[in-house]
Every structure is written in C-alpha cells, then in structure tokens.
C-alpha cells in the first residue's frame, strides 16, 4: 500500500503556529507575515483549536499582534493593509466566537486593558484615513468589512465593548465622505449605511450615542441626497427582483396553494430583505425630520440590468418603498420583522406635516404598483398603476394589508399598527380640511372584515382588545368629523349604510368587551373604552334600523336597496343624536422606548448574526492583483 505524504506547511501556518505557542518574534517576522496573503481558512483553524483558557493564556502574544497589525498599517502599504484587515477581521470574530464571559475580556485578550484605549485610538485613526483618502476603494471595502465584524462581534451590540471606542473616537465624518462622493457611493454606501445601523443601535436609550446626535442633527443636503440614493437603489432593485421572482412562480391554483409552504430559504422564492439597510432608512427617517423631503423628491435608480448595463429609472423613494411595503405585506410569515419596520417607518412618515402635505396634494400624482396577493374571490391580483397621490396609494395599501393576512396566527401587533396608519392620515385630513377623492367603502369593509376575522379567533389578550378602540376611534372620525374631510354628502349616505350592513360584527364586538370585562381589572378599563367608542355606532343603528324596517313594513319590501336606505338614511339625519368623543383626533407620536425596545434589541442581535455568519473574507484574484501593482496605496 502507498503512503500518503503528509502536506508541506506554508510560511504563514509556520508563523501562526509559532505566536499561537506564545513565542517571541523579531522585527523580521512581523514584516515578513504582513507581506504573505493572508490564508483566513487556516488562519481560523489554528484558532479553533485553542480553547478559551488557551487564549486567556496566550493573551500576551495576541496584544502583540493585534498592536503589530495596527502599526503595520501606519505604514501607509497597500498589500501590507489588505493583509492586515484580513488579520484583524479574523482575529476579532475568532475570539468573540469563544466564551469568554462578559464583553471585556474580549477585550482584554485582544488588545490588552492596559494598552486598549491607545491602540484602539490609533487603529481607528488609521481606519479613517483609508476611508478618507484617495485610496483604492477595494481597501475602503476591506476596512468597512472589518467595521462591520467588530460591531457585530457580539450578538448584543450595547454589551460589545469595543464599539465603545468607536463611540469615543467617532467615524462619523468617515462615513460621510463616503456617502457623499458618488462613486463611493456606488460601490460602499450600502455597506456604510449597514455599519451605521448598527451604531445607532449601540446603547441608544441609555447614553447620549453620537451618531444619534449627528445624524438627527444633520442638514447636509449631499449628505441626506447619498442616504437616499442608496436607498431608493435598494428598494428599487429589491422591488424588480421579487416581482420577477412572483411573475415567474405564477402557476394554477393548486400549484398557488404549494407555495404556501416554500421553505424561507428556497432558491426559487423572494429574496431576503436586507434588514440592515431597511433599518438604516427607518433610523433616518426617525430621527431626521429634515431627510422627509428627500424621500419626496425625484432621483434617479438603477432598477437592474440589461445587456448593456444598468437601467435606470426616475422615482421618488416614498413612492418607492410604498411598493416595497406592498411586496413584503403579501407575505408578513416570512417577512415579519420587515413587515414591523415598514409600518414604523410609515407610522414617523404619517406623523410628519410637510409628508402629509405631499401626499395629499392632487398636483403630486404617481404611478405607484402596489401588489395585490392572488385570492380565490379576486379574479385581477394586479396592482394598479394609474397616477394616483401617494395618500390615495397609501390607503390602498393599508386596505390591501388588512384584506389579505386574515390568519389564525392573527398578526395581532401588525393590525395594530396599521390602524394607528390610518388614524394618522384621517387625523391630518381633519385638521386640514383636505377632502381626499377616495373610495372609502373599500376602506371601511376592509377595517370591518379585519375585526369580524380577530374577533372570531376569540383571541384573550389586552392587545386585541387596543386593536377594537382603534377601530372605534377611526369610525367616529368619520361620523363625527367626516364633513371635513369625505369627498361629498354621498359618502356619508354610504358609511351609513356599510354600518348598517354590517351591523352585526359591531354587535359582537360590544358583546366582547362585555365578555372581557369580567376577566380582571386589566381589561375592565379596556372594555369601558371600548363600549364607550362603540357607542355611535349603536345610537346610529338604533335611530335607523327602526325606520328602515317600517319602511320595509309599509312597502312590503322584506330586504330595501341600499340606494334605498340610504335614502332613508337622508330622511333622518336631523333627529339622529351623537355623542363627543374626547381625543378622537389626538395622534399618539411614536416613541421607539420603551413598547418597541425589544423588537430593535432583537432586531439587531439578528443582523449582527447574519454579518457574522455570512461575512466572507476572501479576496478576489482580481481584485488581488489590483493591490499587488500598487506599491503604496492609493497608486
């Protein structure tokens, strides 16, 4: 039999394997290492045999390396730097991965507490001058990378201590520089923005975060211009990909019905929404009350490829991300967590004036698809593309949201927000007087479907319960305010006589919070709300199903019209008697602390998985050659 040779270990592995066994290396080691392409899959493997004690042991020698690497890219070397961020990625995510304990000791090991403020000081001012200066962008790339490992080192990023450095010695104006140059843009915004994310996400409800102040504090018109151009790309490209995704999955109905079971990760489903950037544009709109007129005004995006290139299109970002809402709606049990960032992101867009106003001025009028889910009662699931204003869009897409997530896992917190949607552009219609030429019936059967569905789950939780005095609140705005801001008189005939129709699922409802109010004095509070917004709703059914039934009576007509009723309903306005509702027009402005604290705890531990498990480091040949014939960086 042959004997199989064992493999001859490289220069590299021979230099790992002697600082991983704590011995000292000369001047000559460390600059011969930083000259051979970094081997990250060895690299990892010296590492994975090393328990945590191990590194405890060996922290000596891999302060000297980490403090070795950052003085090695002092030294302004092209090659030399890209071997050094490859060193660095790896060497954080290495020894994050082992169980250290608390956060310091990370620290600790890598870069030593006695020297950690200086040599993390140093080694961000080298980063932001490989962001800042005219240097390839290949190593910008490689540097961000690095960024984006060593914020994600942690699945809870306030508890990631190095990010504290990052906090001392900001890379806000790094950031910039970038997003601001249109070339870098192109190639590095999305990365940018997705470290930015998770900045403003570190320890945001405890301290003082700068970014946060930088970014709610900024009027830089190029600045808040790159923010949504990146964007606008994003979900316009993100936009293309599904719908061509969904064309081309277009099947019969029992092939429909398949597809109700795709697996998350299926090649030939939609792909993942990148919740770091969707993240990125809720905290901007958030926090940057000046970006909403970015989102409204007209930028150009590339949309996708065709044999020549890139194809543009000309579009606004709201307009935009109306139809990205629309396709990450039409399937919330995969999408959920997108679905929750979307409707806050609407929920700060509909609370803001200058927002409002654009979208109910009739001389701002879009194409705007919004996708409509294939059902079995619904012959055309296409979306309408008619120029409509982004109000008229905006409702079609909350109406469209509440007819088609009617499931028994009743996405409770979604619905909610929803209504609170609603409530808002209602509530800025009212005050404004702006008489929306918009057909609410679709509206208000989709609201009244919604509860006849939640209240047939017989769900028992205070939240279902919040979900029905929204309702309440935005039908009173129409019975009490709705001459100020429904389209003509004939409206008021119709939501009259929807109500009447429906009656019946009001009427559950009143038994509901009937029901409830014996379960405890959490809901008994609750359910006194409730019965007290369902109060028109029953004054106006008992004035007119009266006069309705002895009309039938008298012309011997078991079941009238609705033209009919409503005439009757016309007859009896005068003698018909309501009650005030205190704040019905009152908008609860959205605060993120704590109801939603949470969510974007969770939310960020989730993206700093995905960066940590799905960031490749390797380099290209290409892109390897690129460094090699440059002696110094940036030549």
């Given at each position: 039999?042959?004997?199989?040779?064992?493999?001859?270990?490289?220069?590299?592995?021979?230099?790992?394997?002697?600082?991983?066994?704590?011995?000292?290396?000369?001047?000559?080691?460390?600059?011969?290492?930083?000259?051979?392409?970094?081997?990250?899959?060895?690299?990892?493997?010296?590492?994975?045999?090393?328990?945590s004690?191990?590194?405890?042991?060996?922290?000596?020698?891999?302060?000297?390396?980490?403090?070795?690497?950052?003085?090695?890219?002092?030294?302004?070397?092209?090659?030399?730097?890209?071997?050094?961020?490859?060193?660095?990625?790896?060497?954080?995510?290495?020894?994050?991965?082992?169980?250290?304990?608390?956060?310091?000791?990370?620290?600790?090991?890598?870069?030593?507490?006695?020297?950690?403020?200086?040599?993390?000081?140093?080694?961000?001012?080298?980063?932001?001058?490989?962001?800042?200066?005219?240097?390839?962008?290949?190593l910008?790339?490689?540097?961000?990378?690095?960024?984006?490992?060593?914020?994600?080192?942690?699945?809870?990023?306030?508890?990631?201590?190095?990010?504290?450095?990052l906090?001392?010695?900001?890379?806000?104006?790094?950031?910039?520089?970038?997003?601001?140059?249109?070339?870098?843009?192109?190639?590095?915004?999305?990365?940018?923005?997705?470290?930015?994310?998770?900045?403003?996400?570190?320890?945001?409800?405890?301290?003082?975060?700068?970014?946060?102040?930088?970014?709610?504090?900024?009027?830089?018109?190029?600045?808040?211009?790159?923010?949504?151009?990146?964007?606008?790309?994003?979900?316009?490209?993100?936009?293309?990909?599904?719908?061509?995704?969904?064309?081309?999955?277009?099947?019969?109905?029992?092939?429909?019905?398949?597809?109700?079971?795709?697996?998350?990760?299926?090649?030939?489903?939609?792909?993942?929404?990148?919740?770091?950037?969707?993240?990125?544009?809720?905290?901007?709109?958030?926090?940057?009350?000046?970006?909403?007129?970015?989102?409204?005004?007209?930028?150009?995006?590339?949309?996708?490829?065709?044999?020549?290139?890139?194809?543009?299109?000309?579009?606004?970002?709201?307009?935009?991300?109306?139809?990205?809402?629309?396709?990450?709606?039409?399937?919330?049990?995969?999408?959920?967590?997108?679905?929750?960032?979307?409707f806050?992101?609407?929920?700060?867009?509909?609370?803001?004036?200058?927002?409002?106003?654009?979208?109910?001025?009739?001389?701002?009028?879009f194409?705007?698809?919004?996708?409509?889910?294939k059902?079995?009662?619904?012959?055309?699931?296409?979306?309408?593309?008619?120029?409509?204003?982004?109000?008229?869009?905006?409702?079609?897409?909350?109406?469209?949201f509440?007819?088609?997530?009617?499931?028994?896992?009743?996405?409770t917190?979604?619905?909610?927000?929803?209504?609170?949607?609603?409530?808002?552009?209602?509530?800025?219609?009212?005050?404004?007087?702006?008489?929306?030429?918009?057909?609410?019936?679709?509206?208000?059967?989709?609201?009244?479907?919604?509860?006849?569905?939640?209240?047939?789950?017989?769900l028992?939780?205070?939240?279902?319960?919040?979900?029905?005095?929204?309702?309440?609140?935005?039908?009173?705005?129409?019975?009490?305010?709705?001459?100020?801001?429904?389209?003509?008189?004939?409206?008021?005939?119709?939501?009259?006589?929807?109500?009447?129709?429906?009656?019946?699922?009001?009427?559950?409802?009143?038994e509901?919070?009937?029901?409830?109010?014996?379960?405890?004095?959490?809901?008994?509070?609750?359910?006194?709300?409730?019965?007290?917004?369902?109060?028109?709703?029953?004054?106006?059914?008992?004035?007119?199903?009266?006069?309705?039934?002895?009309?039938?009576?008298?012309?011997?007509?078991?079941?009238?019209?609705p033209e009919?009723?409503m005439?009757?309903?016309?007859?009896?306005?005068?003698?018909?008697?309501?009650?005030?509702?205190?704040?019905?027009?009152?908008?609860?402005?959205?605060?993120?602390?704590?109801?939603?604290?949470?969510?974007?705890?969770?939310?960020?531990?989730?993206?700093?998985?995905?960066?940590?498990?799905?960031?490749?480091?390797?380099?290209?040949?290409?892109?390897?050659?690129?460094?090699?014939?440059?002696?110094?960086?940036?030549?």
């Amino acid at each position: 039999m042959g004997s199989t040779k064992p493999q001859l270990k490289t220069e590299f592995s021979i230099i790992y394997e002697s600082i991983l066994k704590g011995e000292e290396q000369d001047d000559r080691v460390w600059e011969k290492l930083f000259l051979i392409k970094v081997n990250v899959p060895v690299l990892e493997e010296h590492f994975s045999e090393l328990t945590s004690n191990d590194l405890i042991s060996l922290k000596g020698s891999i302060n000297v390396l980490f403090k070795k690497c950052v003085q090695g890219l002092r030294e302004d070397h092209c090659i030399k730097s890209l071997n050094i961020l490859l060193t660095l990625s790896t060497l954080v995510k290495c020894v994050w991965r082992k169980d250290l304990g608390e956060g310091f000791r990370a620290v600790d090991v890598l870069v030593g507490f006695d020297q950690a403020e200086q040599t993390m000081s140093q080694l961000i001012e080298e980063i932001h001058k490989i962001l800042i200066a005219n240097k390839i962008q290949e190593l910008k790339y490689y540097a961000l990378v690095f960024l984006k490992i060593l914020c994600s080192a942690s699945d809870n990023v306030s508890q990631n201590t190095m990010v504290e450095y990052l906090m001392l010695h900001s890379l806000w104006y790094s950031l910039c520089k970038v997003l601001v140059n249109p070339s870098l843009r192109s190639s590095l915004g999305t990365h940018s923005l997705s470290l930015l994310a998770i900045l403003l996400n570190y320890r945001k409800n405890e301290y003082s975060n700068p970014y946060h102040i930088k970014v709610s504090g900024t009027d830089d018109e190029l600045l808040l211009n790159g923010f949504g151009e990146i964007l606008l790309n994003y979900v316009t490209r993100y936009n293309s990909t599904v719908l061509a995704v969904k064309h081309t999955n277009q099947a019969t109905y029992t092939e429909y019905l398949t597809s109700w079971f795709w697996a998350s990760g299926d090649e030939n489903g939609p792909p993942p929404v990148d919740l770091s950037l969707l993240l990125s544009l809720y905290e901007i709109v958030h926090l940057n009350r000046t970006f909403t007129s970015v989102l409204t005004q007209t930028m150009s995006a590339a949309q996708g490829e065709d044999q020549e290139g890139s194809v543009e299109s000309h579009s606004n970002l709201l307009s935009s991300f109306l139809t990205f809402s629309s396709l990450v709606f039409s399937d919330v049990k995969t999408n959920h967590t997108a679905a929750m960032l979307c409707f806050n992101i609407l929920l700060c867009i509909t609370e803001d004036n200058y927002a409002n106003a654009f979208m109910h001025d009739e001389n701002q009028v879009f194409p705007v698809f919004i996708y409509r889910t294939k059902l079995r009662h619904r012959k055309d699931a296409t979306g309408d593309t008619a120029p409509m204003s982004l109000a008229y869009t905006l409702l079609d897409l909350m109406s469209e949201f509440l007819t088609t997530n009617l499931t028994k896992s009743f996405p409770t917190e979604l619905y909610s927000k929803c209504y609170r949607v609603i409530h808002r552009v209602l509530c800025y219609e009212k005050k404004s007087k702006v008489r929306l030429n918009y057909p609410w019936n679709g509206l208000w059967n989709s609201v009244i479907s919604a509860v006849k569905w939640s209240n047939s789950l017989e769900l028992d939780s205070p939240e279902i319960i919040h979900n029905y005095i929204q309702v309440g609140k935005i039908f009173n705005m129409f019975v009490m305010y709705g001459d100020t801001f429904l389209p003509n008189p004939d409206s008021y005939d119709e939501l009259y006589y929807e109500v009447l129709r429906q009656y019946a699922v009001f009427d559950a409802l009143n038994e509901t919070a009937l029901q409830y109010s014996n379960r405890g004095s959490h809901y008994k509070d609750l359910c006194r709300e409730l019965l007290s917004s369902l109060h028109n709703i029953r004054a106006l059914v008992n004035h007119f199903a009266p006069k309705i039934e002895a009309w039938s009576k008298t012309n011997k007509i078991s079941t009238p019209k609705p033209e009919e009723v409503m005439e009757i309903v016309r007859s009896n306005y005068d003698s018909l008697t309501l009650k005030l509702q205190d704040g019905l027009d009152h908008v609860e402005r959205y605060t993120e602390f704590p109801r939603e604290q949470q969510f974007y705890t969770n939310l960020v531990r989730g993206i700093c998985g995905e960066i940590r498990n799905g960031t490749v480091l390797s380099v290209s040949s290409k892109d390897y050659h690129k460094f090699t014939t440059a002696t110094q960086i940036g030549e």
